[in-house]
């Protein structure tokens, strides 16, 4: 079982969009899959509740809803056989709540925009995870995405240099693109839409997937061709020469056996 926490204090960042776009796609995969709603706007919830048939199943829980009827345990409980846990995670979250929230977290996604504000956020953002929530640089659990940039803009340059410098992997740089705002009003991720209409936007993806599944890219590799082998080298043929008469031969033929 596979859990990826999506977060960053700073509201407004994308991180419910990456949340259920990669929930979509693990659930399209055919992988059972759970996504965690833990914002109190419960823009997560909204979307699950439009998917329909036959769009695949996603199971969802709701942190900020009470049951009278139930405890929080019951709640919170993850169905047998989950393969993946997303979690779409609260705008303002303090320091201290992170080691809580990102506790046996495969995977861990912080969404920067291009402006001055959200890279001022991004940056202590990072700082709680590696300070407070004791993640290491090394376990390469932290990922970056550059979300809606436009290239070839001021603030995409100054967004990219920071990242830089942040020595954190910038696993995805997408683009801001209408199809996901249509996308959540269908209750559909960007996988699940008709490819020729998306594709600018499936090719961004595929580093970030590769990212979130390492093993699965290896796994996907052609095996190495069997070594060949050595050519056997054949000897140029002999040149055999006839001659017709002792007066002609200069002018030989040559004859290949």
């Keep these: 079982m596979q859990r990826i926490v999506v977060l960053n204090p700073k509201g407004g960042s994308g991180k419910t969009t990456l949340a259920i776009n990669i929930a979509a796609y693990f659930a399209a995969r055919g992988d059972s899959t759970l996504l965690i709603d833990r914002d109190p706007q419960g823009s997560a919830t909204r979307w699950l509740r439009k998917r329909k048939a036959p769009q695949a199943e996603i199971r969802g829980i709701a942190t900020f809803e009470r049951d009278s009827r139930t405890t929080m345990s019951w709640q919170m409980r993850v169905p047998e056989g989950t393969e993946k846990i997303v979690v779409d995670s609260p705008a303002a979250i303090e320091g201290r709540a992170l080691p809580e929230l990102t506790r046996d977290a495969a995977r861990i996604i912080v969404p920067v925009l291009p402006s001055d504000i959200d890279i001022h956020a991004a940056s202590r953002c990072i700082a709680d995870l590696l300070l407070v929530a004791k993640i290491k640089r090394t376990e390469n659990r932290i990922g970056v995405i550059a979300n809606r ?29 209408q199809n996901y705002v249509r996308a959540a009003e269908q209750g559909v991720g960007i996988h699940e839409m008709k490819p020729y209409t998306v594709k600018e936007d499936l090719a961004q993806w595929e580093t970030l997937l590769a990212w979130l599944e390492p093993e699965k890219v290896l796994a996907e ?27 002609a031969a200069h002018d030989a033929r040559f004859i290949l056996p």
């Design 149 to 177: 940039v436009r290239k070839n803009t001021v603030m995409f340059h100054s967004l990219m240099r920071f990242l830089e410098k942040l020595d954190i992997p910038v696993v995805a740089t997408i683009r801001d693109s």
């Design 221 to 247: 590799q052609p095996a190495p061709l069997a070594e060949q082998p050595a050519p056997v080298a054949v000897p140029a043929p002999e040149a055999i020469i006839e001659k017709t008469d002792d007066t």
